[in-house]
C-alpha cells in the first residue's frame, strides 16, 4: 500500500518565465493566476512548454524549476527502489531507529493488501513479537532489545517521507516505473498523473507517440 498527501507544486510562474528568456519573448507570456490563486498556463505558454518539453533534456531546462513537494507513506521494500533515484530529489523521514518503540506494534502499521492467507497469518506472529519485545524494551530498556526490534522489522513496515523532486525527476520515474511489477509504483504513477499540466508536461513522450 502507499499512500500521498499533502502534495504541492511551486515555482510554475519562474519556470515559465524562464523558459521564455533564451529568445527575448517575455511579452507573449500569456499565463495568469485565477481566482482560487492557482497558476493557469495561456495558450501561448503551454504551446511553448509543450514544444520545449518534446525537444529533449537540453531544451526543457524550465522543467527541473518545476517543483513538487508530497509525503508519502510506503513500505520500506517500495522506499529501496525510490532511493535510487537521487539527484535533485529530497527525502525527510520518520525514524525507525529513534522511535521504533515508541508506539504499539499492529498490523495496519505493515503492507498486507497482497498478502496470501498462509502469508498474513506469518506476519501477524511477527507483528505479535514485535509488540512483545517492544514492550520488554520499555520495561528493562536493554539495547540487546532495541536491536532485536531493528533488526526483526519486516520490509513491509510503512513509513511517511517528506519528499521533494521536480518534473525531469518525475519524467524519468514515470517511464522507467510505469510497468513495474510492483503496484505501488503504478500507484506512484496515478499520482503523478494527478499533477498540473501533468498530461502535456510530464507524460508528453506518449502524446508524442500516438500523434
Same mark, same amino acid.
Given at each position: &500500500?502507499? @499512500?500521498?498527501?499533502? %502534495?504541492?507544486?511551486?515555482?510554475?510562474?519562474?519556470?515559465?518565465?524562464?523558459?521564455?528568456?533564451? &529568445?527575448?519573448?517575455?511579452?507573449?507570456?500569456?499565463? =495568469?493566476?485565477?481566482?482560487?490563486? $492557482?497558476?493557469?498556463?495561456?495558450?501561448?505558454?503551454?504551446?511553448?512548454?509543450?514544444?520545449? *518539453?518534446?525537444?529533449?533534456?537540453?531544451?526543457?531546462?524550465?522543467? *527541473? $524549476?518545476?517543483?513538487?513537494?508530497?509525503?508519502?507513506?510506503?513500505?520500506?521494500?517500495?522506499?529501496?527502489?525510490?532511493?535510487?533515484?537521487?539527484?535533485? !530529489?529530497? #527525502?525527510?523521514?520518520? %525514524?525507525?531507529?529513534?522511535?521504533?518503540? #515508541?508506539?504499539?506494534?499492529?498490523?495496519?502499521?505493515?503492507?498486507?493488501?497482497?498478502?496470501?492467507?498462509?502469508?498474513?497469518?506469518?506476519?501477524?506472529?511477527?507483528? %505479535?513479537?514485535?509488540?512483545?519485545? *517492544? @514492550?520488554?524494551?520499555?520495561?528493562?530498556?536493554?539495547?540487546?532489545?532495541?536491536? !532485536?526490534?531493528? @533488526?526483526?522489522?519486516?520490509?513491509?513496515?510503512?513509513?511517511?517521507?517528506?519528499? !521533494?523532486?521536480?518534473?525531469?525527476?518525475?519524467?524519468?520515474?514515470?517511464? %522507467?516505473?510505469?510497468?513495474?511489477?510492483?503496484?505501488?509504483?503504478?500507484?506512484?504513477?496515478?499520482?503523478?498523473?494527478?499533477?498540473? =499540466?501533468?498530461?502535456?508536461?510530464?507524460? #508528453?513522450?506518449?502524446?508524442?507517440?500516438?500523434?
Amino acid at each position: &500500500m502507499i @499512500q500521498f498527501e499533502r %502534495s504541492s507544486v511551486m515555482n510554475f510562474e519562474n519556470a515559465i518565465r524562464g523558459a521564455r528568456n533564451p &529568445m527575448n519573448s517575455w511579452a507573449k507570456g500569456d499565463s =495568469y493566476y485565477d481566482e482560487k490563486g $492557482q497558476y493557469i498556463l495561456g495558450p501561448n505558454d503551454l504551446s511553448l512548454a509543450k514544444r520545449l *518539453r518534446l525537444a529533449g533534456p537540453d531544451h526543457r531546462k524550465y522543467i *527541473r $524549476q518545476i517543483f513538487v513537494s508530497v509525503d508519502i507513506t510506503a513500505p520500506l521494500y517500495w522506499w529501496k527502489e525510490y532511493d535510487t533515484y537521487k539527484i535533485s !530529489t529530497v #527525502a525527510n523521514s520518520t %525514524s525507525t531507529m529513534h522511535k521504533i518503540h #515508541a508506539k504499539e506494534f499492529t498490523l495496519d502499521d505493515f503492507s498486507h493488501d497482497h498478502l496470501t492467507e498462509e502469508g498474513l497469518e506469518s506476519l501477524k506472529r511477527t507483528v %505479535s513479537d514485535l509488540e512483545r519485545i *517492544r @514492550q520488554k524494551y520499555l520495561e528493562e530498556k536493554k539495547k540487546e532489545d532495541w536491536y !532485536t526490534l531493528v @533488526q526483526l522489522l519486516p520490509s513491509s513496515y510503512e513509513q511517511m517521507r517528506t519528499c !521533494t523532486m521536480n518534473y525531469e525527476n518525475l519524467i524519468n520515474m514515470y517511464y %522507467s516505473r510505469k510497468s513495474h511489477k510492483l503496484m505501488e509504483w503504478h500507484s506512484f504513477c496515478d499520482w503523478v498523473q494527478t499533477l498540473p =499540466y501533468a498530461k502535456e508536461l510530464i507524460l #508528453a513522450e506518449k502524446e508524442k507517440e500516438e500523434g
